[in-house]
C-alpha cells in the first residue's frame, strides 16, 4: 500500500472514531427562558423648532403589539441615532447638531439605563 494511501485511511478511521466521543462530550446547549412580551423601547427625536425635547421611552407588547405612553427620559438636543450597550446598562444618542460647546461639530451623549 501506497504511504499516501495509508496516511488517508488512517486519517479516516481515526475520524471516524474521535467526531462522536468529541460530539459527546459537548456540553449541552442552554435551554432557552421563554421570550419576555415587553420591552423598553427608547425614541429619539428632533428638538430644533419643534415641541420635542429629547429621548422618550415606553413599553412595547409583542403580544399585544401595542405601546404604553410615551415619557420624556433625557432631555437633549436633537438625539437622532440611539444605540443601547451589550450589557444593556447604558444608552447612547448622537446629537446631529452644527455646533458643541462653541465649536462646529456634533456630540455624542450616553446615559446610565437603571
Known amino acids: 500500500m501506497k504511504p ?4 488517508r485511511r488512517m486519517c479516516a478511521t481515526l475520524l471516524i472514531v474521535v467526531a462522536p466521543l468529541i460530539a459527546l462530550s459537548a456540553p449541552p446547549a442552554p435551554k432557552r ?3 419576555p412580551s415587553q420591552y423598553l423601547a427608547f425614541i429619539g427625536t428632533y428638538t430644533s423648532k419643534t415641541e420635542s425635547k429629547g429621548i ?5 407588547d409583542t403580544t ?3 405601546l404604553t405612553s410615551i ?4 432631555a437633549t438636543q436633537d438625539p437622532s441615532f440611539l444605540t443601547i450597550s451589550q450589557n444593556e446598562k447604558f444608552l447612547y444618542a448622537v446629537n446631529e447638531l452644527s455646533t458643541f460647546n462653541g ?4 456630540a455624542v451623549t450616553s ?3 437603571d
Open 4 to 7: 499516501m494511501k495509508m496516511t
Open 33 to 35: 427562558n421563554s421570550q
Open 56 to 60: 422618550y421611552s415606553s413599553r412595547f
Open 64 to 66: 399585544s403589539g401595542k
Open 71 to 74: 415619557e420624556l427620559v433625557a
Open 103 to 106: 465649536k462646529s461639530s456634533g
Open 111 to 113: 446615559y446610565s439605563i
